[in-house]
């Protein structure tokens, strides 16, 4: 390889890592309702975690293997961060960068739970992690406030997609 | 055929228990089931136990979460506030250690001791309790109120502590606070249901 070229990889990869790691938006309320009433054909499945909820993490990589196992079909995977805003810097963004996540995320800026989360999910008592799979032009949701294994997951959203 | 029915049977309990853990738990004004319990100290304590009571703001928290320790101050800030008037916190741990190895019962002690805990925490080993108040994080609060002088007791709120877990300072509406200044005036909490973020109690695999 030239010098050339490895001044040039060496640029590109500068300029990768602060635009990765500046990936997840801050989101209030208002515009994660607009996300999960999306009047389109495609399957959301919208987990909630946090960078502390060790059983979140361990059910990341299964959330993010749905981008490649249904690269072809309509689903989209979003990672609502329930990380505090002030932690956005300092602990999210770095996790993202380390786990290399490919899944959108973003971070839901709002204190108190008991003023959004029935308008996110009824069903939902707060527990982490929280999964919603969603297709609004067929009229389907599904939630679920438990911690899935892999094969859970890939049965659940088969059959939200049948 | 002889093999297929139990196997039927099996299936369709698996599919009613992977229901009955969401509906089941108490919803306010549910009349709220005793338990005995073992404290960190060794010895069993039940709600039973103190009769002069008036109730008990019960608390599912455990040692590890991030949610649990930000709020583990104020849980005793509450104890506090409230025992003198007849309304002591009892602190229930329902993680099942095996699935993480913070939540032991030593740890346990060893947290109970380190932050001074004022009230009896209890390990709720068959996680039995935490399923019949349907407990999903931690913390999950219940405040009961005893009906009588028996030993019958009333669920009259269940939820969050306040509104900002981050920080104590940054508090607008101390929903728990605010609920007891009602329940001590003899009324019912006007809020009495909150939701909150915390940890998914850890239970035990089937």
């Not at chain 2, 228990?17 to 919803?27: D, H, T, V």
Request: hydrophobic share 40%; charged share 20%.
């Amino acid at each position: 390889m030239n010098p050339l070229k490895y001044l040039f990889l060496a640029a590109a990869l500068l300029l990768m890592l602060p635009s990765q790691a500046q990936q997840v938006a801050l989101i209030k309320l208002p515009d994660l309702q607009k996300r999960l009433n999306r009047k389109t054909d495609t399957t959301y499945v919208i987990n909630f975690w946090a960078t502390w909820c060790a059983p979140c993490i361990k059910e990341l990589p299964y959330f993010e293997q749905i981008n490649t196992t249904y690269a072809k079909q309509k689903v989209k995977v979003l990672l609502v961060s329930m990380d505090y805003a002030s932690q956005l810097d300092k602990k999210v963004k770095p996790f993202v960068l380390k786990r290399g996540l490919k899944s959108e995320v973003v971070l839901l800026n709002e204190t108190d739970p008991n003023t959004w989360m029935d308008k996110v999910d009824g069903k939902w008592s707060g527990a982490l992690p929280f999964t919603l799979l969603i297709n609004n032009s067929k009229q389907k949701r599904m939630a679920y406030e438990k911690e899935f294994t892999q094969p859970e997951l890939t049965a659940a959203l088969q059959k939200f997609l049948q | 055929m002889k093999k297929l029915v139990p196997f039927l049977a099996a299936c369709l309990l698996l599919v009613l228990s992977s229901y009955i853990r969401p509906l089941a738990g108490y919803q306010v004004g549910d009349k709220a089931a005793d338990f005995k319990l073992k404290n960190v100290d060794g010895k069993m304590v039940s709600l039973a136990d103190n009769k002069t009571t008036k109730g008990y703001i019960v608390v599912f928290t455990c040692n590890t979460c991030p949610y649990a320790q930000a709020y583990e101050s104020r849980i005793i800030a509450l104890h506090q506030k409230y025992a003198s008037q007849g309304y002591p916190v009892v602190a229930i741990n329902p993680n099942d250690p095996g699935m993480a190895t913070g939540e032991s019962f030593a740890a346990m002690q060893t947290r109970a001791k380190t932050k001074n805990y004022p009230f009896p925490y209890l390990v709720d080993e068959t996680q039995q309790v935490a399923q019949t108040y349907g407990a999903t994080r931690t913390p999950h609060l219940y405040v009961l109120t005893r009906q009588g002088t028996g030993n019958e007791f009333k669920v009259s709120y269940i939820g969050a502590i306040d509104d900002n877990s981050e920080d104590a300072k940054q508090v607008k509406i101390k929903y728990v606070e605010n609920a007891m200044t009602e329940i001590l005036a003899g009324k019912p909490a006007s809020t009495s249901s909150t939701k909150a973020v915390g940890c998914g109690i850890k239970w035990r695999k089937a």
